[in-house]
């Protein structure tokens, strides 16, 4: 990987690219930590140090995604999750609304419609989801109720405060179109994809804030068996993420006017975690839902229902919160890999070039063993993904107490890095390639 940059550095193209990306990322953490008007600065801070010493919050995972710019109701405070959110969701709508999949089947065009589609989907759930924090961070929710008294996020002025409320509303908003621009620049003009560089910027934004707290707390041995622990985990993520499944593929030869065509051979690759990350942060976002709502319904005298939902699905270290992620995990992996992976058309489009797997008749034969292979392999990238992404919740029980909760070293996160990483070192390898022919005069 760092001979990959160095190489990188000294031709001067990709060395504009790596610099670009780098003064955006810079931009990115500048605006991240800007607080938006109308908020304390000095107060967020009180309640940040409240509710890390103990307050259950549960705005974990998206503050992590933020950068911790969330609690800070900063301009970037919502960062990449309604743009990740909007994307999902055109992704499951593309399957359901034919108009979408027409889209999807036109190429460039078509994508770059759905595109437009996301943004506009992305600008209205972060009108929604800035309207809800900032309702939260007035009332104190947002840290788990651990503000001390007296304190006020959002403190009153001459001015209204619905007109307060109004331009923290816009100004998250409008950081959120921001942070949409940014990606974008990256994926043009520097390297990577703009949108996963981002996550990657926000995630390792916490590392050295959450590793020193553990070493604080609970001292240099056990911030050394954290690291050991973390080296082993990247190691199977990077393992597991680089398996695959080929499935060799034999294109028959074919005479196209005097030229013949085929009689290639290649394979289809079937990676074991074919899903990603996208099952994990289904799974977090249906969980934080019973949560969310008993946010804003918490009242002196709560129900039975509400007593059992604090109980077990708010608190990460409870038995029964880690069992239904771990279930939800695999089931939306299986619905993901299901909607994303059809092998229906892939055998069809074999079929029309010539295409066959070797054993296997063309058509819904070969659709009937992709579909059975594409099943097998599927159960131990859910089963790898479950467990990487409970592990954080383990991290909770051992390291005792719950104000780890935004554990940055395992789960969604070490995914999140991992495959970032691998994807952009990839690309500048590539890159290197197209530059370098010494292979071919040797």
């Not at 009180?46 to 969330?70: D, T």
């Not at 939260?136 to 304190?151: D, E, H, R, T």
């Amino acid at each position: 990987m760092l001979s990959a940059f160095l190489s990188a550095f000294r031709t001067p193209d990709l060395r504009k690219k790596l610099l670009f990306t780098a003064a955006i990322i810079a931009l990115y953490r500048l605006g991240a930590t800007i607080p938006s008007p109308g908020v304390s600065y000095g107060n967020v801070q009180q309640c940040i140090k409240a509710a890390s010493a103990g307050s259950n919050g549960i705005f974990s995972l998206l503050n992590l995604f933020s950068g911790g710019a969330l609690l800070s109701l900063s301009v970037f405070a919502l960062g990449i999750m309604p743009y990740i959110t909007a994307s999902i969701i055109l992704q499951l709508l593309t399957v359901v609304i034919p108009r979408l999949e027409q889209l999807r089947k036109e190429g460039q065009s078509g994508q770059a419609k759905i595109t437009q589609y996301t943004r506009y989907l992305t600008l209205g759930l972060a009108v929604l989801q800035s309207s809800a924090f900032v309702a939260l961070g007035k009332s104190g929710q947002l840290f788990g109720g651990a503000c001390p008294a007296g304190v006020e996020i959002i403190p009153a002025t001459k001015i209204p405060a619905w007109l307060t409320l109004v331009a923290l509303v816009v100004t998250m908003t409008a950081g959120t179109g921001v942070i949409m621009w940014l990606g974008e620049l990256i994926t043009d003009r520097g390297v990577g994809n703009g949108m996963s560089v981002l996550i990657f910027t926000s995630i390792a934004a916490r590392l050295p804030s959450e590793g020193w707290q553990i070493y604080k707390q609970k001292g240099a041995y056990w911030f050394a068996g954290v690291l050991v622990l973390v080296v082993a985990i990247i190691a199977a993520v990077v393992y597991i993420e680089q398996a695959q499944r080929r499935i060799p593929v034999q294109y028959a030869k074919r005479m196209v006017g005097r030229r013949m065509y085929g009689g290639t051979s290649t394979y289809i690759p079937l990676k074991v975690n074919q899903a990603g990350v996208i099952p994990v942060i289904f799974g977090s976002s249906l969980l934080y839902l019973p949560q969310l709502a008993l946010q804003f319904t918490k009242s002196d005298n709560p129900g039975n229902v509400w007593l059992w939902v604090d109980r077990h699905l708010a608190n990460p270290s409870n038995w029964v919160y880690i069992a239904t992620y771990f279930v939800l995990i695999i089931f939306f992996t299986y619905f993901y890999v299901s909607i994303t992976f059809n092998p229906t058309e892939v055998a069809d489009n074999m079929k029309k070039y010539g295409g066959f797997v070797q054993g296997i008749r063309p058509g819904k034969p070969t659709a009937d063993y992709l579909d059975f292979i594409l099943t097998r392999i599927t159960l131990p990238g859910a089963l790898y993904l479950g467990i990487i992404a409970v592990l954080p919740n383990f991290f909770f029980m051992w390291l005792g107490g719950t104000s780890y909760q935004n554990f940055p070293f395992g789960g969604t996160a070490v995914l999140i890095m991992v495959g970032v990483g691998l994807e952009t070192v990839k690309q500048i390898e590539s890159q290197l390639m197209q530059r370098n022919y010494e292979g071919f005069l040797r």
